[in-house]
């Protein structure tokens, strides 16, 4: 990397652009390419479903704004930081601008259903008489004034296009609309002109299809508020106030007002302000809006706690160490907001064929238009301008521009209720593709705490007396097993004793004395170098060691007294968890530096497939790469430190942490609790996510694909039927509301109970 570019990955920021004007996803490709020709830009992603773009680099907010515009489209930054104040902002702009196409709605419609009732009863939309003439040039000023007060927002955004060089949804409707009302007032203004047949007036299409386009956005507008309902709740978990320790006084302030180190109290029903450690009282803590996990976790002194979960029983003070936008919620928001904003790969290209889509439709459309002029029946003229309109109108593409942000926007918000985080839309459409999932044994499969398991005595002492012995032995020793071994004598409340002539052997365990006995502990080959008799006790031990744990022998002045094991116990849930991931067709790998005996037990009880044993941490990497070879797309997973480059490696890396632990920037996925359920968890929301997308995407190309050409009049000839513009403009209206509706069912979407 050189020092330019170091230098620029430094001053590196994300900004975000609040986008007006864009009105399909042929506007999105516009605006992304206008930003990332700015210099410094180095990337820009635009979400059509939010009208939000995101930019990376590091350039001037004015320079960005600025380049929106020139494209023809206004930008502003946000008015505040606060997610609070911001999503109540959006919603009233949403609901201002909701009421706003409601009242468009009404005058359009309040003009263009009596008109088509009028048309549909007497079934005479002619001019033939002044008296008529006079009537529908009076109809037909009416409605100009509808296309000015009710269509203003296409005509405005079809002319910033056409200054552009370029064209969208404001293009082809303000084409279909524009077309017909001046075909229909160059009717009422020389009626003589035209055949008799082809005085056909179409206002009643044009108000019409005004009407319901605006209705269809109104319609979608409300429907894509439900989608960012997981954002709402994640924004609401955080209090407004606190109350804090100050002068030995206890005061309520605003949030943002708490200072790092300060001491506050949270009281039991209250939901925790900041990010912090608990220094006096004890209770159980709500973490399910974090974590995913119901059950409420106990607390005490030197146990974090995270704003935005909920005390439930006992009061207590805290220090805050991490406030405004460092606290883990305010990072998780962000994080949920810039994934929702980003692209999976099959939106990019959905993206790329909307931009050449409008183009192509308008070609159609002047082609249909010709075709019907040269060899269609009488009336052509009226015909053509038919056909033409139809195209236009019918081939808006707002639902494919909708199709993939609307679903990734639900489907990341739901993975964030049960506690995944999803970084971005590629891991998010790369993770419903995985065929190898590679699980990091400790820590991950297991507790990744040694535990005492197993105490076989075979002497005239209890359990306890070999625990006190064995304690105090292993007291000085740092080894992990000697550490479970001192714990578990602890939490018996065993009080251990002052040993003399301390002596580690490499290779084979510990000795020394204690109240003149002489001490010894480790593997066979220690007691058989000291002459203990351990010959009737192998065959117990070595039952021990197919269960996934460590066999030590234990002799008091060389005579035998008890067989300690030592296990990393396997979570309570993951054999349940490997079991959902193998039924949704994955193959299970586990990876370790064990042993390939204990690799084995271990992969046998939790339902492993396969294992990769001793492998020491810089192998890691290239067990990742073999697998790849194989053709495997590979998810790893692992606690995101001593995994990084295999978790890099990986086509999809899960970070597995729990509470405030987590580091949630180190994988593409990050399960904020230490349960294997959250990756069969992510997998699901990841392939239900995936094929939402599909779905919507099918619905809009198919509908596209079949509209145009019946548009165009491909069954006149066979069945006499040539589309009514009227009806193209409804169907193009509520094709959007179809795909936000469905990729609103993902919301009701739940992985398999667990």
């Known amino acids: 990397m050189t020092q330019a570019t170091k230098h620029k990955k430094e001053n590196s920021q994300t900004l975000t652009l609040m986008v007006d004007g864009a009105s399909c996803s042929s506007c999105v490709m516009k605006i992304e390419n206008s930003l990332k020709a700015v210099s410094g830009v180095e990337n820009a992603s635009m979400n059509f479903a939010d009208r939000t773009v995101t930019i990376t680099g590091s350039v001037e907010s004015a320079a960005l704004i600025d380049a929106v515009k020139a494209a023809g489209y206004a930008a502003s930054l946000p008015s505040t930081e606060n997610d609070d104040e911001l999503l109540e902002e959006k919603e009233r702009s949403d609901e201002a601008y909701y009421k706003h196409l409601i009242r468009d709605t009404t005058i359009a419609l309040g003009l263009g259903v009596p008109l088509m009732l009028y048309g549909l009863i007497t079934g005479d ?75 056909h007036v179409y206002f009643e ?34 209090p407004k106030t606190a109350r804090v320790v100050r002068d030995s006084k206890e005061v309520d302030i605003d949030i943002k007002d708490v200072r790092l180190d300060e001491i506050v109290r949270v009281r039991p029903g209250e939901k925790i302000p900041v990010d912090g450690e608990i220094s006096e009282g004890t209770t159980t803590i709500d973490e399910s809006m974090l974590t995913g996990e119901p059950m409420a976790v106990e607390k005490k002194i030197g146990d974090r706690v995270s704003a935005g979960t909920i005390n439930k029983s006992g009061s207590f003070l805290f220090k805050a160490e991490k406030v405004g936008k460092d606290t883990m919620l305010a990072q998780i928001i962000g994080m949920v907001k810039r994934a929702q904003n980003s692209k999976p790969p099959i939106g990019r290209m959905a993206d790329v064929i909307s931009s050449y ?12 238009a010709l075709v019907w002029l040269n060899f269609g029946p009488e009336p052509t003229v009226a015909f053509a ?18 199709a993939t942000p609307m679903s990734v926007m639900v489907g990341v918000g739901k993975a964030a209720e049960a506690g995944v985080l999803i970084r971005n839309g590629e891991a998010l459409q790369t993770a419903s593709k995985i065929t190898a999932m590679v699980l990091d044994k400790t820590g991950t499969i297991t507790e990744g705490v040694p535990a005492v398991t197993d105490v076989i005595t075979t ?33 018996r409340d065993i009080k251990q004793a002052k040993i003399s002539g301390f002596d580690a052997i490499s290779g084979q365990g510990v000795k020394a004395t204690l109240d003149g006995l002489e001490l010894l502990f480790g593997n066979q080959t220690l007691m058989q170098e000291n002459a203990v008799a351990i010959d009737d006790y192998i065959d117990k031990a070595q039952a021990l060691a197919t269960q996934a744990k460590t066999p030590m022998y234990f002799a008091v002045d060389n005579k035998l007294q008890a067989i300690i094991a030592v296990a990393d116990p396997i979570k309570k849930d993951s054999i349940a968890a490997i079991k ?5 067709g994955i193959k299970v790998i586990m990876l370790t530096g064990d042993n390939r005996d204990t690799a084995k037990a271990v992969a046998r009880l939790a339902g492993v497939e396969d294992f990769f044993a001793e492998v020491l941490p810089g192998q890691k990497a290239e067990k990742i790469k073999e697998l790849q070879a194989r053709g495997e797309i590979v998810g790893m997973s692992g606690d995101g430190i001593n995994d990084a480059p295999a978790l890099a490696l990986a086509n999809v890396g899960f970070a597995i942490g729990t509470g405030t632990d987590v580091a949630i920037e180190s994988a593409d996925v990050t399960l904020m609790r230490g349960s294997l359920h959250g990756l069969a968890d992510a997998i699901a929301i990841s392939k239900a996510t995936l094929r939402n997308i599909k779905q919507n995407l099918f619905g809009a190309f198919i509908y596209n694909i079949a509209g145009v050409p019946i548009a165009a009049g491909l069954l006149y000839p066979w069945i006499g039927v040539l589309l009514n513009p009227v009806i193209a403009g409804a169907a193009m209206a509520f094709s959007s509301l179809t795909v936000v509706s469905n990729a609103n069912r993902l919301r009701l979407f739940k992985a398999n109970t667990h």
């Open 125 to 199: 939309m002619n001019v033939q008489t002044s008296l008529e003439r006079l009537a529908w040039l009076a109809i037909g000023l009416l409605t100009l004034g509808v296309m000015i007060f009710s269509g203003k927002h296409f005509y405005v955004g079809a002319w910033h296009s056409f200054k552009n060089h370029s064209a969208n949804m404001d293009t082809l409707i303000a084409l279909g609309t524009g077309t017909a009302w001046l075909y229909s007032m160059a009717v009422v203004s020389a009626p003589a002109i035209f055949p008799e047949m082809a005085r």
């Open 205 to 238: 299409a044009t108000a019409m299809i005004i009407g319901l386009i605006n209705l269809g956005l109104a319609l979608e507008l409300k429907a894509r508020g439900r989608t960012s309902e997981a954002i709402k709740r994640l924004i609401g978990l955080q």
């Open 357 to 368: 889509f409008v183009p192509v439709v308008m070609i159609i459309a002047v082609v249909s």
């Open 385 to 402: 301008i038919i056909s033409a309109t139809t195209v236009l109108i019918i081939a808006c593409p707002c639902a494919l521009g909708l």
């Open 459 to 491: 002497g005239d002492r209890n359990e306890d007396e070999i625990l006190r012995l064995a304690s105090s032995l292993e007291a000085g020793s740092e080894h992990p097993l000697a550490l479970a071994i001192v714990e578990s004598a602890q939490k």
């Open 580 to 584: 959902r991931l193998r039924q949704q």
